[in-house]
């Protein structure tokens, strides 16, 4: 196989773990016979700086002629005012509506010898495994009218949460067959008890459940759901839910694995386009100074290999590389307990080509 991937690496720890991302790419590359083709191009703070705008439009032509996006991470204290005209985020959100992300997987799941990790303890995090469905490129953070409204009354603000059937449609239909894959359980999360788009969303959601009959589906509210990923996450298999409440939900259920180092993601269009990131932030604290866990970057280029291209023995390969290495009981600092070793990102991503090549 030939594939073109465009490499967005973006600030802080992004260009740091994106590297060993494209390391472990090549390895599999020369083991299956595979040629991945890189395009490197600037998004984020960085291309606010050097471009003046944070999606540049010869970095959007590049991800729409490639198979696929390898994101870092955007953003950073330089970048932070919220009063700003042109932020970092904003060529994010740009950047899925343009490209037609409208479903963002975010797979949560403990490694052995992780669950001491979380601050949860371990025999509530320990059987984890979890993914959440959130609809990217609808709801707040699109709807319009949205913006300050201030007038001789005083400042004022509007934002709008706005919804279509389609829209609901085929987000849970993409949930529905990710669990055919799985366990077989759909939740899906709303505020129906307030929300009129929330009563759109359960009814298109039991509508599209009707067409799964072999697969289980609930509906939670958001309020419970919050609860209940502290309580009892090992019920939940597949989550489904609307963008701002993905948002939230998906980074505290992020905490339950201890470290957002180790999750992955992919933001899915019609067919098999996707990009792929970590789910952690830019870090500007660490960044520069090998310390970044590589290991959520690894685990995308994973999710890429077997949604993006369909390859499956290669995506398990992968995984089943960092599954060894974290058995061996290797730590980046992230992870590692007081007193233990911590390895640094270079250290991790050779770890796991190595792992890769001996499989």
Same mark, same amino acid.
């Given at each position: 196989m030939d594939a073109k991937i465009a490499v967005l690496p973006g600030d802080g720890i992004g260009p740091e773990v994106v590297a060993e991302g494209i390391k472990v790419l090549n390895a599999v590359g020369e083991k299956y016979g595979h040629d991945f083709i890189f395009f490197v191009a600037l998004a984020g703070g960085k291309a606010i700086d050097e471009k003046g705008t944070p999606l540049p439009d010869e970095t959007l032509e590049i991800c729409r002629k490639c198979d696929a996006v390898l994101l870092g991470a955007v953003g950073g204290p330089k970048w932070d005012d919220p009063k700003a005209k042109v932020r970092p985020e904003q060529?994010?959100?740009?950047?899925?509506?343009?490209?037609?992300?409208?479903?963002?997987?975010?797979?949560?799941?403990?490694?052995?010898?992780?669950?001491?990790?979380?601050?949860?303890?371990?025999?509530?995090?320990?059987?984890?495994?979890?993914?959440?469905?959130?609809?990217?490129?609808?709801?707040?953070?699109?709807?319009?009218?949205?913006?300050?409204r201030d007038n001789e009354q005083g400042r004022a603000a509007v934002d709008t949460m706005a919804y279509t059937e389609a829209e609901i449609g085929r987000l849970m239909r993409v949930a529905f067959d990710l669990a055919r894959q799985r366990r077989k359980?759909?939740?899906?999360?709303?505020?129906?008890?307030?929300? !009129?788009?929330?009563?759109?969303?359960?009814?298109?959601?039991?509508?599209?459940?009707?067409?799964?009959?072999?697969?289980?589906?609930?509906?939670?509210?958001?309020? !419970?759901?919050?609860?209940?990923?502290?309580?009892?996450?090992?019920?939940?298999?597949?989550?489904?839910?609307?963008?701002?409440?993905?948002?939230?939900l998906s980074d505290e259920a992020s905490m339950l694995a201890g470290s957002m180092g180790m999750l992955p993601s992919a933001s899915l269009a019609e067919g098999k386009f996707g990009l792929y990131e970590p789910i952690h932030g830019s870090a500007p604290d660490i960044a520069g100074q090998n310390l970044a866990n590589p290991l959520a970057t690894i685990l995308s280029t994973?999710?890429?290999?077997?949604?993006?291209?369909?390859?499956?023995?290669?995506?398990?390969?992968?995984?089943?590389?960092?599954?060894?290495?974290?058995?061996?009981?290797?730590?980046?600092?992230?992870? !590692?307990?007081?007193?233990?070793?911590?390895?640094?990102?270079?250290?991790?991503?050779?770890l796991v080509m190595e792992a890769i090549e001996q499989l």
């Open positions: 060529g994010l959100l740009r950047l899925r509506k343009e490209l037609g992300l409208f479903a963002n997987i975010r797979p949560v799941k403990i490694y052995p010898g992780l669950a001491g990790s979380s601050t949860l303890k371990p025999e509530i995090v320990e059987k984890v495994d979890l993914v959440i469905v959130r609809e990217l490129t609808g709801g707040l953070y699109f709807g319009q009218p949205q913006g300050r359980k759909v939740t899906s999360v709303d505020k129906a008890n307030v929300l !009129a788009s929330s009563r759109l969303w359960r009814e298109v959601a039991h509508e599209v459940a009707a067409e799964y009959p072999d697969v289980e589906y609930e509906d939670i509210l958001v309020d !419970a759901c919050a609860m209940y990923l502290i309580r009892r996450p090992g019920d939940f298999d597949v989550i489904a839910t609307e963008n701002m409440f993905g948002d939230i994973a999710m890429m290999l077997r949604t993006t291209f369909g390859l499956t023995a290669e995506a398990d390969a992968v995984e089943a590389a960092v599954e060894s290495v974290l058995a061996s009981g290797h730590r980046t600092a992230d992870l !590692a307990k007081p007193g233990e070793k911590a390895i640094s990102t270079e250290e991790m991503g050779a």
